[in-house]
């Protein structure tokens, strides 16, 4: 079965501390695998999608397939990074293109 | 902007009474979503269309219907809410074309109390 698994409910790190968010995936087919972001009282939107392998707000994340994983890293925390990360996982699902399956989201916490 | 909007932000509606949720968009997208989440939970879907065409998930109650009169406009509507139907409620859209389909737009959510 398709599943999107975050291990953390919370991540805290200190402004300036290297920043990893876990993001492990079960699917049988060609994954495209997604970050999603929502900070504080704004909506949730796409971070970044690892088709694209770039670098957006200073976060990258590499998709691997032997550890089927997506972890999205950054080298240095700021304090606006603080929000709700989710992990996201395309595919084809009953024959319907374009679903996401999400992971529960990391809360991550930056403080000064 | 070009946006997605949701109305009401906040329902609270009574147990069995039923209550409809609204999402437009300036987006001229084809693809309108719609999830379910509840607290400390992945965001869930709930349904999707297609242009006109209708997406129901598998294990979507049949409590849960959906309307899409036109590009810009989709409804959700919960027959007869029930405490477990308490959530937030997000519309979201994309293009659906081209590889743009995982490239979804989300509005800010309506939050349903159910009394």
């Known amino acids: 079965a398709q599943r999107v698994t975050q291990p953390e409910k919370l991540l805290s790190v200190f402004k300036g501390a290297p920043v990893e968010l876990k993001c492990n995936y079960s699917?049988?087919?060609?994954?495209?695998l997604f970050w999603y972001v929502q900070y504080s009282r704004q909506r949730l939107q796409l971070l970044l999608r690892h088709i694209s392998r770039e670098s957006i707000k200073g976060f990258t994340a590499d998709l691997n397939k032997g550890e089927t994983s997506f972890h999205l890293k950054k080298p240095f925390a700021q304090e606006e990074d603080s929000a709700m990360y989710y992990c996201?996982?395309?595919?084809?699902?009953?024959?319907?293109?374009?679903?996401?399956?999400f992971g529960k989201g990391t809360k991550l916490s930056v403080k000064p | 902007d070009a946006m997605v909007i949701q109305n009401p932000r906040y329902q609270v509606t009574q147990f069995g009474k039923p209550v409809t949720l609204s999402c437009s968009q300036t987006l001229n997208h084809n693809v309108m979503y719609w999830y379910q989440q509840k607290s400390s939970q992945a965001p869930k879907l709930l349904f999707h269309y297609y242009d006109k065409d209708f997406n129901n998930e598998a294990d979507t109650p049949d409590n849960f219907q959906s309307r899409r009169p036109n590009t810009s406009f989709c409804f959700l509507d919960i027959r007869s809410p029930g405490l477990g139907d308490a959530a937030m409620y997000l519309c979201a859209t994309s293009r659906g074309a081209g590889g743009y389909h995982y490239e979804q737009y989300f509005g800010p959510g309506t939050r349903l109390t159910v009394t």
């Open positions: 996201a996982l395309g595919g084809n699902y009953g024959g319907s293109q374009g679903n996401l399956i």
């Open positions: 699917y049988s087919g060609s994954p495209e």
